[in-house]
C-alpha cells in the first residue's frame, strides 16, 4: 500500500497538524498551512476522530503526478488543482476510489495556492517527535525531512481489504458527494470578508498581541483600518505585508520572545508579517497581533499581491469561534460518510 511519486510538483511535503511541545528545543512546529482543509481532506477519505490527524501531501501553487501501487480512498481539499484520475476528472471535496495502477494528476491551481491530499489510513512515514510532519529546516519528519522527489514511495496506513470496505459503506449509503455537491460553504473556513466600496478583502480576526503597548494609538488604528497586500516574500515560514506603514512608539526591536502561528510581528520598516507554520521558535520584533487559528487557513491559500485586513476580537470570542468551526466541521462530515457514525 503505496504512492510513488512520478512528478512532485511546485513544493510538495508529508505533514499533519504539527510537532507541538519541542519549541523549547528549537523546533519549529511545521504541520499544514491551512489545516482545515487537511482535515477537511482526511475527513473525506474516512479518517476520522483521531485520525483526522493522519499525515497528508501538501501541494503549492503546482501538483505532479502520483500513481496509486494499490487500492486506495483518496479525497482532495484546498486549492482546485483540476484533478484528473487516468484523464478523467475527479471532483475536489468528495471521497474517490482509486485502483493499483490508477494515475492521479495535478495542475496549476485554478485558485487558491495549497491542496491537499488524504488517503484512508494517512501517509505511513514514521513519526518523529511525535509528528510526521516534514520540518524542512531541520530536515526532518516527513520522508526523509525533505520536499518529495520523482521516485519517492510513500507507505499508506490501510489494507486493501480496508479500503474497499470502506469505499462499498460509502457506495452503499448513497453518501460520497459529501459537501461538495450540498453544502459548498464547508470548502473553505468560516473566515469573514469585509468590503471597502465594491473590492473584497479577507479579514483576519486577531486577538491584541503581547506588545500592543509598543505601538501608538494612531497605529493601531492604521493596522487595523488599512488593507494589506502580500508581498512576494511569502512561505511556510510567514506573510510579509506591504500597507500602511504602523507607528511605534519607541521601535520595533523587543528582547526576543515566544512565537506562535498567527502572530503579527511589525519590523522596523513599520510593516506586519504573519507567521506561518514554519514560523521560528523565538523572535526580536513587537507583535501587534495574533491571527485566531480559525482565520490561518484563508491565509494560508492568498497568493502574492491579494489584500487581507484585520480586526480585533476578545481572547473568548476567538475561542467561541474556533469550537463553532470545529462543530461545522465534524457535523457536516458525519453526515455525509457513514463510516463516521461507527
Request: glycine share 10%; aromatic share 6%.
Amino acid at each position: 500500500m503505496a504512492l510513488e511519486i512520478l512528478q512532485p510538483g511546485a513544493l510538495s511535503t508529508v505533514q499533519d497538524l504539527g510537532r507541538r511541545g519541542y519549541q523549547s528545543q528549537g523546533f519549529q512546529e511545521s504541520g499544514a498551512c491551512d489545516k482545515y482543509s487537511m482535515r477537511l481532506s482526511n475527513l473525506l477519505a474516512g479518517n476520522l476522530e483521531g485520525e483526522c490527524r493522519a499525515a497528508v501531501v501538501e501541494f503549492t501553487l503546482r501538483g505532479g503526478e502520483i500513481r496509486f501501487t494499490s487500492p486506495e480512498v483518496f479525497s482532495l481539499a484546498g486549492a482546485d488543482m483540476e484533478p484528473f484520475l487516468n484523464g478523467t476528472p475527479v471532483p475536489m471535496y468528495e471521497p474517490v476510489c482509486a485502483e493499483e495502477g490508477d494515475v492521479l494528476t495535478l495542475s496549476l491551481a485554478k485558485e487558491g495556492l495549497r491542496t491537499y491530499l488524504a488517503v484512508y489510513g494517512g501517509v505511513d512515514v514514521p513519526l518523529v517527535m511525535g509528528s510526521r510532519s516534514t520540518n524542512l529546516k531541520c530536515r526532518l519528519g516527513g520522508f526523509h525531512g525533505r520536499v518529495l522527489k520523482q521516485g519517492d514511495i510513500l507507505p499508506t496506513g490501510k489494507s486493501a481489504e480496508e479500503v474497499r470496505a470502506l469505499w462499498q459503506s460509502i457506495q452503499g449509503n448513497g453518501k460520497g458527494s459529501a459537501p461538495n455537491a450540498e453544502q459548498p460553504l464547508l470548502q473553505r473556513s468560516s473566515t469573514p470578508k469585509r468590503y471597502y466600496g465594491t473590492e473584497e478583502y479577507v479579514l483576519l480576526r486577531a486577538v491584541e498581541g503581547p506588545q500592543i503597548q509598543a505601538f501608538t494609538e494612531e497605529g493601531v488604528r492604521t493596522f487595523l483600518r488599512n488593507p494589506y497586500r502580500l508581498s512576494s516574500d511569502c512561505d511556510r515560514m510567514a506573510c510579509r505585508l506591504e500597507g500602511p506603514v504602523i507607528d511605534m512608539i519607541q521601535g520595533a526591536d523587543i528582547i526576543s520572545d515566544g512565537i506562535v502561528e498567527g502572530s503579527v510581528q511589525v519590523s522596523a520598516s513599520g510593516l506586519p508579517m504573519v507567521m506561518m507554520s514554519d514560523h521560528q521558535t523565538t523572535g526580536g520584533y513587537a507583535k501587534i497581533a495574533t491571527v485566531i487559528s480559525t482565520d490561518i487557513p484563508a491565509l494560508a491559500q492568498l497568493r502574492p499581491g491579494e489584500w487581507v485586513t484585520f480586526q480585533f476580537v476578545t481572547p473568548q470570542e476567538a475561542v467561541n469561534i474556533c469550537r463553532r468551526e470545529e462543530q461545522r466541521l465534524v457535523a457536516a462530515c458525519k453526515r455525509f460518510l457513514p463510516v463516521a457514525d461507527k
